[in-house]
C-alpha cells in the first residue's frame, strides 16, 4: 500500500539551529510532492510543493525541501529556524494516478528562543 | 469568505447519535475533499467530489458515513449512529483544479468530533 513516513515524530531546536525533517514515500510512479505546516490552533497551510522540474523546491518562510527520486525522499530543510517556526510538519504525497494525498504522521516542531 | 469554512468547530455527540458536519468551499473550487485525522496522526482521505459527482469514497471507513454536495458547492458529511471511534478532527479541503495533480489542497479548520 503507498504510505508515507516522517521519521522524526517531535524535534526540539533552539533558535537559529538549522532544521532537516525527513519524509520517505513507498510508490514508483509519478508523484506530486508536498509539504504542509498547521500552527498552533490554525488550518493545515501549503508550504511548498514539488510537481516537476527542479527538485529543489523554495517555499515560504525561508523552507526548502529537495526531491531525491532514487530514494523516494523529500527533506524539509530550513537553515536557520526561529520561534515562529513552532508548528506540526505534514509531508504528502499525491500519486498520479489518484486523486488523494497521503499525508505522513506528522512532526511537531519546537523552536525555543 | 476568502478560505475553507467548516461548521461546527466543535461538536460533542453521545454515541448513537446522528451528526453533520458542514464544508463551505473556496468559491469557484471544482474538488473537494473530506479528511479524517486521529488524534497524532496526518489526515486520512474519506472521499473526494467533483462538482456534484462523488468519485471516490474508498475511504469512508463504514456505511455509517455518507458524504453529499449536491449542488457543486457546499457539501455535507453525515455520521450515522456515532461510535467512540470516530472522535477525530474532520478536514475539508478544496482546490482549483480537476483533482489535486497541479493544484494544492486549501484546508478549512476542521471540526473536532467527540463521541462520548
Known amino acids: 500500500a503507498q504510505s508515507v513516513s516522517q521519521h522524526n515524530h517531535h524535534v526540539i531546536l533552539s533558535e537559529a539551529a538549522s532544521l532537516e525533517l525527513g519524509c520517505n514515500y513507498s510508490?514508483?510512479?509519478?508523484?506530486?510532492l508536498f509539504w504542509y505546516v498547521q500552527y498552533p490552533g490554525q488550518h493545515l497551510q501549503l508550504l511548498l510543493k514539488?510537481?516537476?522540474?527542479?527538485?529543489l523546491v523554495k517555499g515560504i518562510k525561508g523552507f526548502e525541501a529537495e526531491f531525491i527520486k532514487s530514494k523516494f525522499s523529500f527533506n524539509l530543510r530550513k537553515p536557520s529556524v526561529q520561534w515562529s517556526d513552532t508548528a506540526e510538519y505534514f509531508c504528502?504525497?499525491?500519486?498520479?494516478?489518484?486523486?488523494?494525498?497521503?499525508f505522513g504522521t506528522g512532526t511537531r516542531l519546537q523552536v525555543f528562543p | 469568505g476568502a478560505g475553507v469554512s467548516q461548521s461546527p468547530r466543535y461538536k460533542v455527540a453521545k454515541r448513537g447519535q446522528d451528526v453533520a458536519l458542514r464544508c463551505d468551499p473556496i468559491?469557484?473550487?471544482?474538488?473537494l475533499f473530506w479528511y479524517q485525522q486521529a488524534l497524532g496522526q496526518g489526515p486520512e482521505f474519506l472521499t473526494y467530489?467533483?462538482?456534484?459527482?462523488?468519485?471516490?469514497k474508498s475511504g469512508l471507513p463504514s456505511d455509517r458515513f455518507f458524504a453529499e454536495r449536491p449542488e457543486g458547492s457546499v457539501s455535507t458529511l453525515k455520521i450515522q449512529r456515532t461510535q467512540q471511534e470516530d472522535s477525530a478532527v474532520y478536514l475539508c479541503?478544496?482546490?482549483?483544479?480537476?483533482?489535486?495533480?497541479?493544484?494544492?489542497?486549501?484546508f478549512g479548520n476542521g471540526t473536532r468530533l467527540t463521541v462520548t
Open positions: 467530489f467533483q462538482n456534484e459527482a462523488q468519485l471516490d
Open positions: 504528502a504525497v499525491k500519486p498520479y494516478n489518484t486523486d488523494k494525498l497521503i
Open positions: 468559491s469557484g473550487h471544482v474538488s
Open positions: 479541503a478544496s482546490s482549483l483544479a480537476k483533482g489535486t495533480f497541479n493544484s494544492p489542497l486549501h
Open positions: 514539488y510537481f516537476s522540474g527542479d527538485p
Open positions: 510508490y514508483g510512479g509519478t508523484v506530486n
